[in-house]
């Protein structure tokens, strides 16, 4: 049974974590600037307070002089200012914000190098809801493979559901458990980096 909805940033068993300063640096700006597009939550409400009465006021006034009743005038003004209220209530509403597009100036989630998966910053930033659609055995073996996966997030979670058919279709006679399908990818990333070292993360242990 999947667990996806309450997944937490995951930990590696080693502690590590990804230490490439620049990529920290983009990841924490693009953060911010989607926060900072957010309305802001009645801050700048007080002068369209100041301003929607004084409009109140005078429309009163007018009401009050053209009807002869004041009484009338005031249950107008009254009306018009719940209705105001109302909406402003309805605008002032927190924008919603799609977390899965906040890295998408740098292709998404799924294109930060394959450590990213335990940095708890790219969890702010949609890797959670990127990684939604995957099981928790495909979820865990992914982490374990990380920090040597020499390419993307979306590349390893391929990897390891290659990996997890490969396991189906070649063994037979026994349940395929999470250590078949963790052996397959882990030879496969073995390989893949040898062929790329030039993409292999070098950085350093927490």
């Not at 998408?104 to 659609?133: C, F």
């Not at 073995?190 to 070292?197: G, I, L, M, V």
Request: net charge positive; with cysteine; charged share 20%.
């Amino acid at each position: 049974m999947n667990q996806t909805a309450t997944r937490a940033v995951p930990r590696r068993d080693d502690r590590w974590q990804p230490q490439d300063e620049v990529l920290n640096s983009v990841i924490d700006k693009l953060i911010e600037n989607a926060y900072r597009g957010t309305p802001d939550s009645g801050g700048n409400s007080g002068p369209l307070f100041v301003a929607g009465g004084m409009v109140l006021a005078v429309l009163g006034v007018i009401i009050g002089a053209g009807t002869g009743s004041p009484m009338l005038a005031l249950g107008i003004v009254v009306a018009l200012a719940i209705a105001g209220l109302a909406y402003m209530g309805l605008a002032a509403e927190p924008m919603h914000i799609s977390k899965l597009s906040v890295l998408d100036p740098i292709g998404g989630p799924g294109n930060l190098p394959a450590g990213y998966l335990v940095y708890p910053k790219a969890w702010q930033a949609g890797m959670r809801e990127y990684l939604l659609p995957i099981t928790d055995r495909q979820f865990r073996i992914a982490v374990k493979l990380c920090r040597e996966h020499p390419g993307s997030v979306s590349d390893l979670i391929r990897l390891v559901k290659r990996a997890e058919k490969h396991a189906f279709n070649h063994h037979t006679g026994h349940e395929i458990t999470e250590y078949d399908v963790h052996r397959i990818a882990q030879r496969w990333t073995a390989e893949h980096a040898r062929n790329s070292p030039t993409m292999v993360m070098q950085v350093a242990a927490k």
